[in-house]
């Protein structure tokens, strides 16, 4: 990555997702200054279908002002019905997913992290 791909904070970002998260996070730079995540290996509950999936997000260029936003899950997952209000099927980069809804109203760009981020979201997952 070079360092006019990302913004600093988001490499700083990226740095935070690679020391926690280690070989099953992968990024590239979305063009913009941010950066495209995937984190392999998320679990899910049970009744979804399968155990695990990767989870798709943004770090955008303004971050940590913004904060990630939507997240993402490959098509196959199938939550049982009635779907939560924050899960949608979309077309995100050209693929079937399912949008994940969920925005930190609570942002502190002074104290949240990215991989914090990441966690709220895995623990609402795991929590359905």
């Known amino acids: 990555m070079s360092a006019t791909a990302v913004t ?3 490499a700083d970002a990226l740095t935070e997702i690679g020391v926690h998260y280690g ?3 992968s990024h590239e730079p979305d063009g913009e200054g941010g ?3 995937v984190i392999q290996g998320v679990e899910l509950p049970v009744s ?3 155990k695990i999936a990767p989870l798709h997000f943004v770090i955008p260029f303004n971050f940590p002002a913004t904060p990630p936003y939507p997240y993402y899950l490959p098509q196959d997952v199938q939550p049982p019905p009635p779907w939560h209000q924050a899960l949608q099927p979309i077309e995100w980069r050209g693929e079937s997913m399912i949008q994940v809804s969920l925005r930190n109203a ?7 992290s990215i991989v ?3 966690m709220q979201v895995s623990a609402w997952l ?3």
Do not use: E
């Open 8 to 10: 600093a904070d988001v």
């Open 23 to 25: 070989r099953r996070a």
């Open 35 to 37: 950066a495209l995540i």
């Open 48 to 50: 979804w279908g399968r």
């Open 106 to 112: 609570n942002w502190n760009a002074a104290k949240d």
């Open 116 to 118: 914090g981020c990441v």
């Open 126 to 128: 795991r929590s359905q």
